[in-house]
Each structure stands twice: as structure tokens, then as C-alpha cells.
């Protein structure tokens, strides 16, 4: 049988042995801290004469455990005749090194899964959009089967449920942030000792890319819903928080949340609902009117904020009324099959085309993307990229205007 095996400390300074076999690759700590400054790549050994860790483990007593763990490999190895499947491979070493996790037994993959929801919400505050994107994964998974367990967890495994959200109807933008999303479990489960098998990490979902429009509101179509009239209070509120949004490009999870004392000096202060980024935003006259409106309000809320779900079916109606019916073409794939659908860009607007207008119409103005970034909080270029390709082609449409 053909297998490799290298020993190396990772980024936490953990030494471990990586194992592959058959295109899988797991892994196993040795239970050592090591100085990377202190290990000889080359040799896969710690440099002689050196300590490490808090403990001032001498390099001998490393060197001789990874020693042994050579050695175990090598006889586990030759303990099977031909080439065994990599589950029994990986069983057999598991119980040379006790790894056999009491732990796993007790918690199936499903108690794990809820345990890391519980303790990743704790460390990092996760917003209730992301806590119910990882409640929604958890319930798809046992959907996708009943009896998943830690073992499964390869990369075939990922394509297997990459093909089940397609017949979910997902589309694969979605299919591959649901991928992602897993991957931060396993990570958790491997940095928890509870997986030893980390050929997940290499897996890429192969799913064609969609071609889906960046909607947002020109200028022109901006200044329509601005000063519409509406008959319907309700409708007047939604454009006020939607128009917000578009001046000032906050996100509405943010826009939400903006209370009255985030905003002095001129200027809107708040820390990122999404990203946890503290970002200072400067008013202008159209969002500055708008805080204005229900600046008398009873409320610590600088906004009359409704819950997302009505925010987005009452934008539609505000964009209809104002007419912003220009078609546009959305091209997207659920697995290989490809869709398109024409529609109505009112039909097409929701919360998030709000931040989407500002970012667009403040390129269009000529504002440098350096700038833009800074009130949208984005931390590279990247993620501004398409905004900065629609600026471009608007500045290509209107040099066009000269040669009528």
C-alpha cells in the first residue's frame, strides 16, 4: 500500500502527523507544543538541545515520540496485505495511538453540530441571521441523512450534499455558502481532537457560477421614489428607512439597529451588525432630513424600523408605484440546470439593494473606491469589484451621449 506521512507543527504550534492514503489525508497531534523557530522542516525533527513549550519539553523526548509514531505507521501499514480501504487503515491506527474519542461516542454528529452553534454564538455574537443559517444547515444535514455520523466527513461526503440542495432547489451560490458554513464545523471538530481526518479541507465544489444582476437604483430612479407620495402611511415609512439605507449604505440589520445616540457630531457611529466593524458615516442632506422625520418619536430607535420579511415585500410595492420597471435578465443554476428570468426590477429590489445604490451611484460620482470602503466597511478591493465594473460601463454608456 502507498501512503505518505509528514510530521509538522501547525498555525496553533501543535506538532501533528499528516497522513494520506488513497487521495484522503487525516491527521493526528502528538500532544506537544512546539516553536517552529526550534523544528527543522527538513528533517522533520526538533532542532537538538532545545525546550518547548510552557512546559520546557526537551527536543529528545519530542523527537523520540515522533519516533515512535514513524514506527507505529510503519507496522500498521505493513499489517494489512494489499491495499485496505482507508476506513480500516485509519481504524487501525486509531487504536494503536487511543484515539478511539469518548467523547464522539457519547456525542453523535448532531449533538456536536448543536454544541458548536451553542459555543461559536457565545464566542463571537454570532447575529440572528447567521444562528439561523447554521440551525437551517444543521436541520438539512439530518435531512440529508438521518444517521450522519463524524466518520463520514470526507469530501464525498460534501459532494453528496452538494447534489441534495440542488434537489432542495438551492441555487449554487447558496449550495456553496452551505458548504463553507459545514467547513467551519469540521475545522471545530478537528481543533476539538474530535476529527482526525482533515481531507475536507481540500475539497472545491465544481458548480457553475451564475450571472445574476447587482440591483440598485440609479440616480434618476433614486430621486423618484425620494419624492413620491405615497397615500399609504406605511409605504411612506419603507422608502424614508429604504431611501436611508441608499444614503448612507448602511446594511438594514444596521438600519435597524441605529438608535439616536449613535448619531452626533454630524455623523453616524455604530459598530457593524454583520461584520462587527466600527464605522463613522458622515449625513448629508438626504439622510439628514429623512433622521429628522422621527427625530420626535418615542423611541430610542432613530428609525421606524418593521422586521425584514415586510421591509422587503413593502420595497417592492414603493419601487412598483414609482415605477422602476426596467427588465433585467437574471442567469442563475441550480446543479447543471441553467435559468433565466426576466423580470421587473421592482420586482428584483430588497433591503439589500439599498447599500447596493449608495456603493453604485457613489463610484458613479466619481468618489474613489478608497473612500466608498471606508463608510462601507469593506476590507478589500475585491468585494468592491463589481460595483467598480457597473461604474465603469455607466461611464462608457454616458461618453456615448457624445455621439449622438
Known sequence: MKYVYTFAVDARGSLRVFITYNKRKFSYSLGFHVDKSKWDMAMQRCKRNTTHGKSFTPAIKINAEIQRYEETIQSVANSFKGSPAIEDFKAALDKEFKRENKTAQKEGFFDLYERYIREQDSICNWSDSVYRKHQRILQEWK?????????????????????FQSKLGHQNETTKKKISMSKWFFRWLVAKGLLADISFTAHKTHLKRSNRNVVFLTWEELMKVYNHKFEQPHLSRTRDIFCFCCFTSLRYSDAA???????????????????????????????RTILQRYADNDTDKALPVISNQKMNVYIK????????????????????????????????????????????????????????????????????????????????????LFNK
Open 143 to 163: 435531512m440529508f441523512d438521518a444517521e450522519m455520523s463524524i466518520d463520514k466527513i470526507n469530501p464525498d461526503i460534501l459532494d453528496k450534499f452538494a447534489v
Open 257 to 287: 439597529a441605529l438608535k439616536k445616540t449613535d448619531i452626533y457630531d454630524d455623523a453616524i457611529h455604530i459598530t457593524t451588525q454583520k461584520t462587527n466593524d466600527k464605522i463613522t458615516i458622515e449625513l448629508n442632506n438626504y439622510s
Open 317 to 400: 410595492e414603493v419601487c412598483r408605484q414609482c415605477g422602476i420597471n426596467e427588465k433585467l435578465t437574471d442567469i442563475y443554476y441550480i446543479g447543471g440546470k441553467k435559468i433565466e428570468e426576466t423580470k421587473e426590477k421592482w420586482q428584483m429590489v430588497g433591503t439589500h439593494s439599498g447599500r447596493r445604490t449608495f456603493i453604485c451611484n457613489a463610484l458613479m460620482l466619481g468618489i474613489a473606491p478608497s473612500v466608498v470602503m471606508k463608510w462601507t466597511g469593506h476590507s478589500d478591493y475585491k468585494s468592491m469589484q463589481p460595483y467598480i465594473d457597473i461604474a465603469d460601463e455607466a461611464k462608457k454608456t454616458a461618453m456615448d
